[in-house]
């Protein structure tokens, strides 16, 4: 049986405008990615600011835990609700389900970020408001400076959850747990490079139907597991990155998160930043080097990596600027 959460990231607008390159959001997403869980509702939320009430409700009622990232905006208003702003209202609707886990980061008063993206000349009494009621209201509260805190902060308290608030509702077993065995094992490379059409998954496991097949894989889908293409007449599936972080401790025997501390360790100590070289000295197979390298690159700074177009890495090399290797830094004492 394989559990994971799925987690309803809860922003004002400007926490996705900056920083430029790499958001408040971005490293919210990257850190429930990391703690092998599944952020949601992302998808409508550049689209929520025209939402009714009840969508964005629904949306935060089908994840295990809401995470709020709340700054020094109010935010729009609910279209139907002008009381609320749609980051409140995602927060009181957390809070209508006992179930729901509730974890909130506050940017903190003396954070560096532009005041004209963050500060709120019309309702920012409004928001100071609702920052001290967050404060006062007995869950757990962060405050945040920049990213990289944020990123720690988002990721050690999802890992550290008692395994307790799983929900049931999230295992998967049978045919999917046996699917994604089979594609785990299967694949050579690490880089989700691999599609399987219909046909060979049939192949695979000829005592199940196509329609089992395809209810398998939406299901690992829906854990943000696995891609689904539809397209005209072909169907097929491939492996998402989050896959090899989530399972292979369980498949593979090996910590796609604990490989990449070792890796950043090296990449330190040598101040190396080929892929090449550093798979040598490591002596894994690229199935095993690829998935630490990802979690490595997520950290490279816009224009430290290699965009070169190869089959073999994430990518080819990368830049060890001193502010890569201070990222470096922070994800081994992180970790």
Known sequence: MISTKRVSISPTSEFAKFPENKSFI????????????????????????TRPSEYCKERVRECEVYVGLIGFRYGSLVRDRPELSYT?????????????????????DDASVPQDTFNDLMSGNRQKAFREKL???????????????????????LTELPESEISNENSIEGLPVELLTALIKDCPDGLCSKRYKLP????????????????ASYDLKRLGLLE???????????????????????????????DAVVLAKLM????????????????????????????????????????????????????????????????????
């Open 268 to 335: 330190i100590d040598t101040n190396e930043g080929s892929a090449s070289s550093l798979q040598e000295q490591l002596r894994w197979e690229r199935r095993r080097f690829n998935p630490a390298q990802r979690i490595i690159v997520d950290e490279v700074p816009y224009g430290c990596v290699s965009r070169h177009c190869q089959p073999d890495y994430v990518a080819s090399w990368v830049a060890l600027t001193p502010e890569f290797l201070a990222a470096l830094k922070r994800l081994v004492q992180g970790r």
């Open 135 to 157: 404060k006062d209201c007995g869950i757990m509260c962060s405050l945040f400076r920049d990213i990289h805190e944020l990123e720690l902060g988002i990721y050690q308290a």
């Open 26 to 49: 971005d490293v919210a997403i990257a850190a429930v990615n990391r703690a092998r869980h599944v952020p949601c509702a992302m998808q409508y939320f550049s689209a929520r600011d």
């Open 88 to 108: 409140k209202l995602e927060f009181e609707a957390a809070s209508e389900v006992p179930a729901i886990t509730r974890l909130v980061f506050i940017l903190n």
């Open 200 to 215: 060979e998954l049939l192949e695979m496991f000829p005592s199940h139907s196509k329609e089992v097949i395809q209810d």
């Open 228 to 258: 689904v293409q539809e397209a005209f007449y072909v169907w097929e599936i491939r492996l998402l990155p989050e896959a090899y972080e989530q399972v292979d401790p369980q498949i593979m025997g090996w910590d796609p998160k604990e």
